[in-house]
């Protein structure tokens, strides 16, 4: 059974920093490309970041790019992002996907809410 289990999020102030966590399992990690998505509220799914199988292809989105980081590790079949210098507008349900869009697996979701 495929499986993508995200962790990390929280309530942070603006400034602030977290670390986004996704374990996968059921399908050879290593052979994909890993995507972060995030869905605001009342707003659509909004690509954030992917890295490629190997780690040295990275795109971030413009609204995020300079404040996170996209990163993997292979052997841990596990996907993280380290969220810096968050923003009110941050907030949203953050969510680790297989490949590049349309995505053929994503997780439940972690909550980020970024308010003073």
């Known amino acids: 059974e495929v499986q993508l289990v995200e962790s990390g999020g929280g309530l942070v102030q603006p400034g602030g920093s977290l670390k986004l966590s996704c374990v996968v399992s059921?399908?050879?990690?290593?052979?994909?490309?890993m995507t972060w998505v995030r869905q605001a509220p009342g707003k659509g799914l909004e690509w954030v970041s992917t890295i490629n199988d190997g780690s040295y292809k990275i795109n971030y989105s413009p609204s995020v790019k300079g404040r996170f980081t996209i990163s993997r590790d292979n052997a841990k079949n596990t996907l993280y992002l380290l969220m810096d210098s968050l923003k009110n507008e941050d907030t949203a349900v953050y969510y680790c996907?297989?490949?590049?869009?349309?995505?053929?697996?994503w997780g439940q979701g972690t909550q980020v809410t970024v308010s003073s």
């Open positions: 996907a297989r490949g590049l869009s349309p995505y053929t697996a």
């Open positions: 059921g399908f050879s990690f290593s052979a994909y490309d």
